[in-house]
């Protein structure tokens, strides 16, 4: 799937960095020269046609061009609630859902991912054993099953994705190399990615 064949990207970029000890929101973090942000949004695009960004409507990210900004249910409701307004909002469009903090995926394993769906409602990328819910590709069929499951007071992610009946697919049998997929939630993860990030370019 390209960009030109439409779709729609769900980028949840809620995260405080609090554990980064930032004085930005973690989107606002900088991964040599660039924020998450940016990066993640770059991804998406390389996949879909348009972008929808999920976060508190308090959270400040700036100017954001050329995407649509989508607000988490109010409360701290967690990625589970961010991804059901993101699904939502992508208006019964099969959707991309990428977290923030995942500046190593590449396109290229994304689209791979979508490929191996099947006829599944989702599917979703499992780095090491653990499911990733918050880089997959949803139908329109998973909105609803979603959504009954955080309106019953539900907040694990994991549990709900797998609920539904996503597959999940090993990245390891996806294009590029399993730390592609690792996260950042701490300085140490920061610079391990942007290490792992220069040896690529290299």
């Known amino acids: 799937m390209t960009a030109t064949q439409g779709g729609v990207g769900v980028l949840l970029a809620g995260g405080r960095g609090v554990r980064m000890g930032a004085e930005v929101p973690k989107a606002l973090v900088h991964l040599e020269g660039r924020t998450l942000l940016a990066y993640a949004i770059a991804t998406l695009r390389a996949c879909v046609a348009r972008v929808l960004v999920v976060a508190p409507e308090t959270l400040d990210l700036g100017d954001l061009a050329d995407v649509t900004r989508v607000a988490d249910p109010p409360g701290e409701t967690g990625p589970l609630g961010a991804l059901v307004a993101g699904l939502t909002a992508a208006a019964g469009e099969e959707a991309l859902v990428l977290a923030v903090d995942l500046p190593c995926v590449t396109p290229e394993a994304l689209r791979a991912l979508r490929d191996a769906r099947g006829e599944a409602v989702a599917v979703i990328a499992a780095s090491e054993g653990r499911p990733q819910p918050l880089a997959g590709w ?51 993860d920061l610079a391990r990615v942007a290490a792992h990030l220069a040896e690529r370019v290299g």
């Open 138 to 188: 949803y139908t329109a069929a998973a909105v609803a099953p979603l959504a009954d499951v955080w309106r019953s007071g539900a907040r694990a992610v994991v549990p709900a994705v797998l609920g539904i009946g996503a597959r999940a697919v090993a990245t390891d049998t996806l294009p590029g190399r399993p730390d592609d997929w690792h996260n950042v939630n701490t300085p140490d």
